[in-house]
């Protein structure tokens, strides 16, 4: 397993315009996402909320291209996360970590993701 780190800062007011455009960029224009409350993003249909009481925790997204989608991250600074299982597995695990700790497992998707809907 690979794993390479950033430090990340604990949480503070005066930077909170600043992390909350930090969550927008990671999960609306690196994962794809939409956001749709504070906090809040849906990414391939799955609900992802965020911030630093999540730090730690782990949560799952699918995605198309996860490779393409981690080459991205890590392109802009994010900490990714390679398993490739010990060989186990013909894929590798890939995960990364948002602006606040909490870690994505990236789940492949079997082709075009559906928009989250209402029922």
Request: proline share 7%.
């Given at each position: ?91 590798a695990?890939i ?9 994505i ?15």
């Amino acid at each position: 397993m690979l794993v390479v780190t950033n430090s990340l800062a604990e949480p503070n007011e005066a930077h909170w315009d600043e992390e909350d455009e930090a969550a927008r960029l990671f999960y609306c224009e690196l994962l794809d996402g939409r956001e749709i409350g504070p906090g809040r993003f849906v990414i391939g249909g799955v609900l992802i909320e965020t911030g630093h009481e999540r730090r730690g925790q782990t949560a799952r997204a699918p995605v198309e291209h996860p490779e393409e989608v981690a080459a991205r991250c890590w392109n802009a600074g994010y900490t990714v996360v390679v398993d490739d299982m010990g060989g186990a597995s013909p894929a590798a695990a890939i995960a990364v970590l948002d602006p606040f700790g909490l870690r994505i497992d990236f789940q492949r998707s079997e082709g075009p993701l559906r928009p989250l809907t209402r029922r």
